[in-house]
């Protein structure tokens, strides 16, 4: 299970912590940002002189946004949990923990999530699913999984994240900072990639945040751990990063996750947890069952707007990754 004192950072994450000190710069924390927004992309409807401003300027940018700043959400890589509660869509990310979504997708398969219970679940910080309703600790029998906590980057990666701002790693274990930003919509920190190009290996490690919403692998105090356990994000736990594994990003109902019963078995009197009535994978759904979902895609220069709209209203420094809501659309 998850415990309040996180394991202590890895070696790696330690080497390459120092790395990402060195080369830390707090006057570019909205550099890229900056530089983005203010270059006129090809395709783009926005010049200079048309940019929305005010107070609402960020809402008008989203919602004058043309159809190619919007990603699909491919129904395949869509977890639902059912609660009584609404139903949690979860985008699944195999690029940065392959094992880890190998596993939700064939307990998922054989039912395994079907009537268990949140039974740890404390406001404002996360609630945790998996265990029985007569055995919070029960784990699937399954090997226990590798960490994944981040992946190495190389120069010929096809995967991108943005570096907009300056962040801790992790704050509980030391200051250092790497830099911050979005891969695919969701947010996620990286040593500054330049590094790659002078690393005697050519790669550096990134990682997904922590940030509200995420999806992560419960643990024991052992890194290598992980077995069927889980929970989703209620509030911005920075003392995971980087220790802990994320595995996917909800992209509709964190209301539902909002409303699970709090509480942890076996430590709060009278506590009763919410059920996981059913977990499956949207392409599984009746077509006519399946939210359509699409994703403000952060790697456009209309999302390069947004963020300038968002920096000018919050006195002109940008907020923090985890605060920069990224728009989503549902339909039916």
Not at 46 to 67: K, L, T, V
Not at 196 to 207: C, K, M
Not at 252 to 281: L, W, Y
Request: hydrophobic share 45%; charged share 25%; glycine share 6%.
């Amino acid at each position: 299970m998850i415990r309040y004192a996180s394991a202590l950072l890895t070696a790696s994450v330690s080497a390459f912590a120092l790395a990402a000190a060195a080369c830390a710069d707090a006057s570019t924390d909205t550099r890229n940002a900056d530089t983005a927004a203010t270059q006129e992309a090809d395709g783009s409807r926005y010049a200079r002189d048309g940019i929305p401003s005010g107070p609402d300027a960020a809402r008008q940018i989203i919602a004058d946004a043309p159809e190619a700043a919007w990603r699909s959400v491919d129904p395949d890589r869509l977890l639902v949990i059912s609660t009584r509660h609404g139903d949690i869509w979860v985008e699944l990310t195999p690029e940065f923990a392959p094992n880890h979504v190998a596993r939700i997708r064939d307990l998922v398969g054989e039912g395994f999530y079907d009537g268990k219970v949140w039974h740890r679940v404390i406001r404002d910080f996360m609630a945790q699913g998996g265990g029985a309703s007569d055995n919070p600790a029960l784990a699937a029998d399954r090997p226990t999984l590798q960490a994944e906590f981040m992946i190495s980057r190389g120069l010929d990666t096809n995967i991108t994240i943005s570096e907009l701002q300056d962040r801790a790693i992790n704050p509980r274990e030391s200051s250092t900072r790497a830099r911050a930003g979005f891969w695919n919509g969701i947010p996620a920190s990286t040593i500054p990639f330049a590094q790659a190009a002078i690393r005697a290996d050519g790669r550096v490690e990134s990682w997904l945040l922590h940030c509200r919403g995420a999806a992560a692998m419960a643990r024991t105090n052992d890194p290598n751990s992980a077995r069927s356990q889980f929970y989703i994000t209620t509030g911005n736990p920075a003392h995971l990063e980087a220790v802990y594994t994320v595995w996917g990003r909800v992209r509709a109902g964190q209301d539902a996750v909002n409303a699970i019963r709090v509480g942890t078995m076996g430590e709060t009197m009278g506590f009763r947890p919410d059920f996981i009535m059913s977990v499956r994978m949207a392409s599984e759904l009746p077509a006519d069952d399946r939210l359509a979902i699409e994703v403000f895609d952060t790697n456009t220069p209309d999302f390069a707007l947004y963020l300038e709209a968002l920096q000018a209203a919050n006195n002109g420094r940008l907020p923090d990754v985890c605060d920069i809501e990224v728009p989503v659309r549902v339909a039916r």
